[in-house]
């Protein structure tokens, strides 16, 4: 089981599930300002307009994960992410990364807030690769 204890406001430890992390990473990186999005189920991030992202304008910084041609993501229970296609040939195909494309520098703000809610992520730096964060370890 893949829970990570976080310290709470009157020093209570309180575990979170791998999905309660997960949402909450996600809840902090939108309060941040970044227009952030799961499987957005457009073709390319061409195709992925600045209303299908939510972005208030051109600049806001954006983080999406690619949900078309079923690749889109569920959890399954609080601590298995599947894909969302799931039964496919009668058993669920467990998703391991999580790969976020984005844009106008939010890619540091996504990995930093992954890190800090326990999870693993490999991004190299770069603004012209995705962020992988690591789930169902």
Known sequence: MSTATLTAPADTAV???TKERWNKAVREIRKTGVAIKQNVRECCRSCVAEEKLGMK?????????????????????????VLAYVPR???AEV??????NHGNDSAKVVADT???NGFTVNWDGSENKCVTVKVND
């Open 15 to 17: 575990e979170l599930s």
């Open 57 to 81: 304008n051109s600049d806001q910084p954006y983080a999406f994960t690619y949900g078309g041609q079923g690749n889109a993501t569920k959890w399954k229970d609080d601590e298995t992410m």
């Open 89 to 91: 040939y009668g058993r």
């Open 95 to 100: 998703v391991t990364e999580v790969y976020f």
């Open 114 to 116: 992954f890190r800090a």
